[in-house]
């Protein structure tokens, strides 16, 4: 299984909650808490067998153990950071110390749970991990939809939207483009129809979201 692969993004997939501890009792017992709270959880005995396995199709917090046998639930969090991947992690463990907790959060975990620790506590941060991913997946999924409309546009459209968003006035993009300023208008409202804008503040919105405009230290 791809790092990559954990972020795929499948409609109205159901939440996930992956636990992964080498202790077969304290897994165990994970998971029926998880599920006593109405989660779907997979349970695995170490990253090795997780990685092997086909990856969850809707949103997903990890619950890793710090310390494992083979690579270590930090260092996973290191080769997940290092891919780009975004997923929630809770962590867990019998023996933490501050630096190791500075390190876990400091790479975007988040919690830090030292066993023993209150049922509540886990359920509360591993909620807040699955809310964090389920709007990272829909925020992807909606910029994929964008980007898909953006491409539909003309070379000219996509000029035209550019120039609009930069606060052009048509008879200004029609005198940059040498074309009539009607023509411009005609282009103007194909483009905002396609890109399914309905306003102006709308389609900056849209731009911003693209990354179309160059940054603003680097307008001045």
Do not use: W
Not at 68 to 92: H, K, N, T
Request: with cysteine.
């Amino acid at each position: 299984m791809e790092l990559q692969s954990l972020t795929k993004v499948v409609p109205n997939s159901d939440p996930c909650v992956v636990v992964i501890d080498d202790d077969t009792q304290f897994r165990e017992s994970l998971e029926r808490l998880l599920r006593s709270a109405g989660l779907h959880a997979r349970a695995f005995a170490s990253i090795d067998e997780f990685a092997k396995s086909e990856p969850p199709n809707g949103p997903t917090c990890l619950v890793l153990d710090v310390r494992m046998p083979g690579r270590s639930g930090l260092e996973y969090q290191r080769d997940l950071v290092a891919a780009g991947v975004a997923l929630p992690i809770v962590f867990i463990t019998g023996h933490g110390d501050i630096p190791m907790t500075v390190q876990a959060m400091k790479a975007g975990a988040i919690e830090f749970l030292t066993k023993p620790f209150r049922d509540q506590d886990l359920l509360d941060a591993v909620n807040v991990g699955l809310a964090r991913d389920r709007a990272r997946r829909e925020n992807e999924a909606s910029l994929r939809t964008l980007r898909a409309r953006f491409e539909e546009l003309t070379p000219r459209e996509r000029a035209i939207l550019v120039q609009v968003v930069q606060g052009r006035l048509n008879k200004q993009i029609a005198g940059d483009m040498g074309i009539t300023e009607t023509t411009v208008k005609v282009h103007r409202s194909n483009m905002m129809r396609k890109i399914e804008a309905a306003s102006l503040p709308d389609l900056c919105r849209m731009a911003d979201q693209l990354n179309l405009l160059p940054k603003k230290a680097e307008r001045s």
